[in-house]
C-alpha cells in the first residue's frame, strides 16, 4: 500500500505560467513533508518544506500548501521557469515515530516549456 | 562546500557476486540514509543511522543486505548474492540533525544485476 502518492506521472506548463504539483498521503502519523527536485544522473535536491502545525510555507517562488482534513499537500511554482523542468518528488515523515525516515511518492515529471 | 559522494557511480554484477557500494556524507552530519530507487518509481527507504548506530534497518528487502558505519562516517552498503530484482539505484543521503528534515542526496550508484 503506498502510502504517498502522486496521481499525475507528469505536467507540461508555459513558461511564466504557474505549476501546481500534487500530493496525496494516507498516514494519519505524517507531520512533516518535504519537495525535492531531481534532474537526470543526480540525486533528489531538497525544494521546500512544511511542518503539520502549518498550512502555508514560502520560499521565493514555491509555495507549498498543506491540507491535513484532506491529506493533500500541493506545490505551486510561480513563474515557472524552463530550469524547473526536473522529476518532483513529494516525501513525508513522521517524526516522533520514525525520526528522519522519509517516504516518497513516485514523483512527477514537470516540462516547462518556453 | 563537498556534497555527498558516492562510489562507484556504476557497477555490473554478475546473478550471484557480491557488491559493496561506499556512501561519504557530508562531513559531520549525523544521519545517514540509504534508499533504494527502482526505474520510475521513487527512492524507498532501506536504512538508516544516526552516527555509528544502525536505529532503524526496516527497509532491508531481505537479509544479504547488510549496511554498516562504523565509525560514523562513511557508510558502506553491501548486497550479498545479487539478484536480478536488485538493480537499481541506491541513493545515500545525509542530514546534519536527528530529525525528518532535509537530506542532502548523493547522485546513487546504478547497479545493474545479469
Known amino acids: 500500500d503506498q502510502q504517498v502518492k502522486q496521481n499525475s506521472p507528469s505536467l507540461s506548463v508555459q513558461e511564466g505560467r504557474i505549476s501546481i504539483l500534487n500530493c496525496d498521503y494516507t498516514?494519519?502519523?505524517?507531520?512533516?513533508f518535504l519537495w525535492y527536485k531531481k534532474y537526470p544522473a543526480e540525486g533528489p535536491t531538497f525544494l521546500i518544506s512544511?511542518?503539520?502545525?502549518?498550512d502555508k510555507n514560502e520560499d521565493g517562488r514555491f509555495t507549498v500548501f498543506l491540507n491535513k482534513s484532506a491529506k493533500h499537500l500541493s506545490l505551486h511554482i510561480v513563474p515557472s521557469q524552463p530550469g524547473d523542468s526536473a522529476v518532483y518528488f513529494c516525501a513525508a515523515s513522521a517524526y516522533n515515530t520514525n525520526a528522519g525516515k522519509s517516504t516518497f511518492g513516485d514523483g512527477t515529471t514537470l516540462t516547462v516549456k518556453p | 562546500g563537498a556534497g555527498v559522494s558516492q562510489s562507484p557511480r556504476y557497477k555490473v554484477a554478475k546473478r550471484g557476486q557480491d557488491v559493496a557500494l561506499r556512501c561519504d556524507p557530508i562531513s559531520g552530519h549525523v544521519s545517514l540514509f540509504w534508499y533504494q530507487q527502482a526505474l520510475g518509481q521513487g527512492p524507498e527507504f532501506l536504512t538508516y543511522?544516526?552516527?555509528?548506530?544502525?536505529?532503524?534497518k526496516s527497509g532491508l528487502p531481505s537479509d544479504r543486505f547488510f549496511a554498516e558505519r562504523p565509525e560514523g562516517s562513511v557508510s558502506t552498503l553491501k548486497i550479498q548474492r545479487t539478484q536480478q530484482e536488485d538493480s537499481a539505484v541506491y541513493l545515500c543521503?545525509?542530514?546534519?540533525?536527528?530529525?525528518?528534515?532535509?537530506?542532502?542526496f548523493g547522485p546513487g550508484t546504478r547497479l545493474t544485476v545479469t
Open positions: 512544511i511542518s503539520s502545525i502549518k
Open positions: 498516514n494519519s502519523m505524517f507531520d512533516y
Open positions: 543511522f544516526q552516527n555509528e548506530a544502525q536505529l532503524d
Open positions: 543521503a545525509s542530514s546534519p540533525s536527528g530529525g525528518p528534515y532535509e537530506q542532502y
